[in-house]
Each structure stands twice: as structure tokens, then as C-alpha cells.
């Protein structure tokens, strides 16, 4: 199976800050990543897929970059409603594969 | 808008089966294959199988192959997901998911099971 190792864990930043979670495959997976949002008690809902493309309706503060082994996910400009758990999902190869979550609490 | 509607909460004894149910709405249902993920509590999601919603193949994970079995009803544009012999650890939230070109964008809402004696 492909491990997805995300990082960090959890991060704390203010408002309007500049926040990046890295995501990292055991081997090769193309551009074959999403990127989720989950909010406490719902499911998960995508920002980006193909590592860099923006879900439609997403807000623009949210980019995906990588390609291979190395994936980020930016949000330009922290906002309130950003608080959340954010995951990785690999989709090169079964089975599919999630992170382990990036927690990131507003100051 | 794309919609997909699950079964509500059940609670279950360890050695028993539960089967979700996964409605959709909002587009061609047998267009799109549907997905099955599971997170227990505190823990990142956990991603099951799917069936091709057209011709009803399957792909299981490895870790389910045997107690997990998803089908689907075109008539009724639902999915199911039935898992047998019941665990404690398999207490969790259950979601259907969407396939849109090898990939995950719309979820249902989620079905909690609890496995309890």
C-alpha cells in the first residue's frame, strides 16, 4: 500500500497568514492527489484534485502544488472559517490512501 | 445539486451485519461509480471499495475483502454497503462518496455504526 505521510500534524497561525501542509507518498503517484477540508462532525470536501487544480466554488486563497513523491497545499490568507482538518488523498493505486490530517487552529 | 443521502445511525452487536444505503440526486446515477470510506474516531479516513454503478464490478481494499460487499439498485439510484461480522474497532462514521474521473468530489453526509454488546 502507498503511505501518505502528511506534515505537520497540526499548526496554529493568526488570521490572514500564509499556512503550507505538505504531503508525501511512499512512491510515485503522478498527480493523482486530492486535497479535503473536514470540519468537526461533517465529511470531507474537496479543494483541489490532479494536486492543482481548484474545485469549483472553492475560494482562490487555497493552491495545490507536486507532482510524484511531494505535494503542498497553501492557503494564501488564513481565514476564520479555514479552521479545520485538512487531508491528502492518494488515488494512483488501490487502495486508495488518505494522510493522516493536518489540524489548523486560528490564534 | 449533487446530492447524496445516507441511511441514518445503527447500532450493532459484535457478529452481526449492517448495511448502509446511499441515495443519489442530482445526476445520471449510473454515469458515475460510488465509493465507500470509513474513519473511526480520531482517525483519518479509511477508504473501503467501490462499484462501477454501470455493470456493478467491484474493487475491495484488501483489509475488507470478505466481510464487505457494496451493490446498488439503478431503479432506485442507490448504493449499499453491507459489512458482516461485526468488530468493535469496526465502530465508525461510514460515507458514500462519488467517483468523478478516478477521483472523490461529492460525499454523503454520513452514517454512524456502533458496534456494543
Known amino acids: 500500500d502507498i503511505q501518505m505521510t502528511q506534515s505537520p500534524s497540526s499548526l496554529s497561525a493568526s488570521v490572514g497568514d500564509r499556512v503550507t501542509i505538505s504531503c508525501r507518498a511512499s512512491q510515485g503517484i503522478r498527480i493523482d492527489l486530492g486535497w479535503y477540508q473536514q470540519k468537526p462532525g461533517k465529511a470531507p470536501k474537496r479543494l483541489i484534485y490532479a494536486a492543482s487544480s481548484l474545485q469549483s466554488g472553492v475560494p482562490s486563497r487555497f493552491s495545490g502544488s507536486g507532482s510524484g513523491t511531494e505535494f503542498t497545499l497553501t492557503i494564501s490568507s488564513l481565514q476564520p472559517e479555514d479552521f479545520a482538518t485538512y487531508y491528502c488523498?492518494?488515488?494512483?493505486?488501490?487502495?486508495?490512501?488518505f494522510g493522516q490530517g493536518t489540524k489548523v487552529e486560528i490564534k | 445539486q449533487v446530492q447524496l443521502v445516507q441511511s441514518g445511525a445503527e447500532v450493532k452487536k459484535p457478529g452481526a451485519s449492517v448495511k448502509v444505503s446511499c441515495k443519489a440526486s442530482?445526476?445520471?446515477?449510473?454515469?458515475?461509480?460510488i465509493h465507500w470510506v470509513r474513519q473511526a474516531p480520531g482517525q483519518r479516513p479509511e477508504w473501503m471499495g467501490w462499484?462501477?454503478?454501470?455493470?456493478?464490478?467491484?474493487k475491495y481494499s484488501q483489509k475488507f475483502q470478505g466481510r464487505v460487499t457494496i451493490t446498488r439498485d439503478t431503479s432506485a439510484s442507490t448504493a449499499y454497503m453491507e459489512l458482516s461480522s461485526l468488530r468493535f474497532e469496526d465502530t465508525a462514521v461510514y460515507y458514500c462518496a462519488r467517483d468523478e474521473y478516478d477521483d472523490i468530489d461529492v460525499w454523503g453526509q454520513g452514517t454512524t455504526v456502533t458496534v456494543s454488546s
Open positions: 462499484i462501477n454503478v454501470a455493470n456493478g464490478n467491484t
Open positions: 488523498l492518494q488515488h494512483n493505486s488501490y487502495p486508495w490512501t
Open positions: 442530482g445526476y445520471t446515477f449510473s454515469i458515475y461509480a
